[in-house]
Structures are given as C-alpha cells and as structure tokens.
C-alpha cells in the first residue's frame, strides 16, 4: 500500500508559477515500492472527468504531458526522498482546477491515462489562477 500526499497548491496571478509535491509513504506489507511505479498527475473540474496531464515512469528518464500543458509543466521525481514534483509555469486561468498525484505499477508513462488505470491516489490539493 502506497499512501500519496500533495502538497504546494494555492492562488497565484496569471503567468506565475508554482510546485506541487507529491510525497509517497510506502505502509508495511506493500507490494510495490514507490521506485517502482509510475508517478503522475491528473486534474479536475467539479462535476467532470479527472483528465490526465502528466507522468514519470519509474526511472525518471521519460515522461508525458498532455498537450495543453507541455513546455510549461515539468515531472520529476526523487526515489531516494520518495517524492515527487510537479512544476506548473506560466500559469493561465484555464489551469484552475483540482490536483491529484497518482501512482501505477506501470514502466511506461504515456500509455495509461485513464484514471481507472491509477490505484493509487492523494487526497486532491486546490490550485487557482487569478487573471
């Protein structure tokens, strides 16, 4: 059993930047340990569909984004701290949302981008943009 808390969400203008953490606590007699999954980040509007925007396979040498997000936000991850970081730039309205760390027994990182395929989920942390 992995257990996934974020951190590092809030209110910033439009065009700032911000980074959410995701640290991973692995309870006793867990099966996988976070250097083995893939760590990713999924996003919400009330009432609609949890959308995937970004992940890191297990390594830390390929990630994904979703298109809307690419060459702004960064993954990286540290398994040693069993941490890992989501770096949102340039910041736009549109991005005001609900922010969820996942985490799935997965090598790659861009095949799985159903929220079904993620087992592993944080409690959602608040991230709003102001124009």
């Known amino acids: 059993q992995v257990v996934l808390t974020e951190s590092g969400g809030g209110a910033v203008q439009a065009g700032g930047s911000l980074r959410l953490s995701c640290a991973a606590v692995?309870?006793?007699?867990?099966?996988?340990?976070?250097?083995?999954?893939?760590m990713g980040w999924f996003r919400q509007h009330p009432g609609s569909e949890r959308e995937w925007i970004a992940a890191?396979?297990?390594?830390?040498?390929?990630?994904g984004y979703e298109g809307s997000v690419e060459g702004r936000f960064i993954i990286h991850r540290n398994n040693d701290d069993k941490i890992h970081y989501l770096q949102v730039n340039n910041l736009k309205p549109e991005d005001t949302f609900t922010y969820y760390c996942?985490?799935?027994?997965?090598?790659?990182?861009?095949?799985?981008?159903?929220?079904?395929?993620?087992?592993?989920w944080g409690q959602g942390l608040q991230v709003a943009i102001t124009s």
């Open positions: 692995e309870n006793d007699g867990g099966y996988y340990p976070m250097r083995a999954l893939t």
């Open positions: 996942v985490a799935g027994a997965y090598f790659s990182c861009t095949r799985y981008r159903a929220s079904s395929d993620y087992g592993y």
């Open positions: 890191i396979n297990p390594s830390g040498k390929s990630t």
